[in-house]
């Protein structure tokens, strides 16, 4: 996980341009009913195309991953497990945001906003690492498939997770003094 983390703030990311607009996602789009198998780097990049993130590709053989800029700029690490041994086929996908640690607020303050957060939104878990940076992960599985217009969905509510967790969690703690 560490060395996608540091692959995510080292890469420059690739996909869409950053002049133009990302594609609005197409909710009714026929594709959104196929059943994705299995997560690969190659059924992924589709959804992540739909929905207008940049990404680049991490990882190989069995431990594929995107490092991902979503449409509203947050970026996460998409990590897959449970794979072949080529990375063609995984059974579960984890989607990662970290942050650094608060500066300007106690950690036991931090801890009671990130306890709070997760006491009202139940989508993505918000954590600290052990080093107390703040964190939010989402886990998929897809041991039979998993729908490809859901994984949409799913990237989608967890960008728009992150971005709430960062606006009405951290911003506020980094500001006091």
Sequence with gaps: MKTAIIA??????????AS??????????????QVIPAFSHASV???LD????RYQ????????????????N??????MGACNADGSACKSLSVQANWTKI????????????QRFNQR???GKAYLTTDGRPGMQRYLTADYGFVRGNLAVNLLVFANQVDRFSKEVLQPLEAKR
């Design 121 to 123: 939104y139940s989508f």
């Design 8 to 17: 995510l703030s080292a890469c420059a990311l690739a996909g869409t341009s």
């Design 57 to 72: 590709r991490t990882g190989g053989g069995a431990k594929p991953g995107f490092a991902v800029t979503f449409a509203n």
């Design 50 to 53: 739909a929905i207008g993130a």
């Design 103 to 114: 500066a300007n607020s106690p950690q036991a303050t931090v801890a009671e906003a990130v």
């Design 45 to 47: 990049e589709g959804v």
């Design 74 to 79: 947050r970026k996460a690490v998409l990590e």
């Design 20 to 33: 133009a607009a990302p594609p609005r996602w197409n909710p009714k789009a026929p594709e959104n009913t």
